[in-house]
C-alpha cells in the first residue's frame, strides 16, 4: 500500500498548497525516472488544471483524476493507486507531478465494482471487512483485463490537448500497481517509454501471467523500488 508516511507528506503538500518540501515525493521518485526519458523542458511550480473525468473503457467507464499544466503539450503519464484506490494521496501525487510540466492521468482501476474513493477516507487495509472488499476488487484486475484498460487509459491521454504524443509515456505504481505498470509497459510498448514501481508486489510469480515474463514485450526503461526499512513514527502535521 501507500503507507502512512506517503499520505501523511501527500496531504501535508495539499495543506500547504502545493508547496514543495524536503520530501518532494515525486520529486525524489517519479519525477526522477521520467526524467531519464524527457529533455528538462518543465517550470517547477507551474499552474495546472484538475478535472474529474470519465474514460471509457472496454468493461464499462473509468472515473478519474486528469490534472496538467494550464498551457502548453506535454509528456503523459499514468498513475496506478495501491490497494486502497484513487483518493486524495493519489491526487496530491499526480498534482505535483502536473506541476514539473507533465499530463498526468491517476486511474480508478476499481471502476468495475464502484466510483473512487470506493473506501472511506482513512480506512486501514488491516480492517478485515476493508481488506475483504478491497481484495475481492482486485482480484478482477487479470493480466487481459488490466493490459485492456491499460490501452484505454493510455489512448485518453493521447486524445489530449495538453498531451505531446511525440514523446513517450511514463507509468508508475504503488504496490499492487507494481504488476500494473508491467502490464501496461506490456500493453502499449510503443507508447510507453518508462515505467515505474514503488513496494510493488507480485511482480515475479509461479504462473504463465507473471508480470515479469512481460519484460521482453517493452523497450521502457523500468524502475522497481522497494524500501530495506520502514518505520511507523509520523511527525506532527503542519496546518499553517
Known amino acids: 500500500m501507500c503507507d502512512e508516511q506517503t499520505e501523511f507528506d501527500n496531504n501535508s503538500f495539499a495543506l500547504g498548497g502545493g508547496a514543495v518540501n524536503r520530501r518532494d515525493f515525486s520529486k525524489l521518485s517519479a519525477a526522477a525516472i521520467m526524467t531519464l526519458m524527457y529533455p528538462a523542458s518543465a517550470l517547477a511550480g507551474e499552474d495546472v488544471e484538475e478535472t474529474d473525468v470519465i474514460v471509457t473503457m472496454e468493461d464499462g467507464v473509468s472515473d478519474s483524476y486528469f490534472v496538467r499544466p494550464k498551457t502548453g503539450k506535454h509528456p503523459a503519464v499514468l498513475i496506478w493507486p495501491d490497494i486502497r ?131 521482453p514485450r517493452s523497450p521502457a526503461h523500468v524502475l522497481h523500488a522497494i524500501a530495506e526499512k520502514t518505520t511507523n513514527a509520523l511527525p506532527t502535521p503542519k496546518t499553517h
Not at 490501452?151 to 486524445?159: E, K, M, P, Q, V
Not at 510507453?192 to 512481460?214: E, M, N, Q, Y
Open 85 to 215: 484506490g484513487l483518493r486524495q494521496a493519489f491526487r496530491a501525487m499526480g498534482k505535483r507531478l502536473a506541476m514539473q510540466g507533465y499530463s498526468v492521468l491517476v486511474a480508478n482501476p476499481f471502476y468495475r465494482d464502484a466510483k473512487a474513493p470506493v473506501v472511506p477516507e482513512g480506512s486501514s487495509f488491516r480492517d478485515p471487512d476493508t481488506r475483504k472488499l478491497l481484495i475481492g476488487m482486485a482480484r478482477k484486475l487479470t493480466q487481459d483485463a488490466s493490459m485492456s484498460d491499460a490501452r484505454h487509459y493510455i489512448a485518453f491521454l493521447d486524445a489530449q490537448d495538453s498531451t505531446d504524443t511525440s514523446r513517450k509515456v511514463g507509468t508508475m505504481g504503488y504496490c499492487m500497481g507494481g504488476p500494473l505498470i508491467m502490464r501496461t509497459a506490456g500493453a502499449v510498448p510503443e507508447r510507453v517509454g518508462a515505467a515505474a514501481s514503488f513496494h510493488g508486489g507480485g511482480l515475479v510469480r509461479d504462473t504463465d501471467d507473471s508480470p515479469h515474463l512481460l519484460t
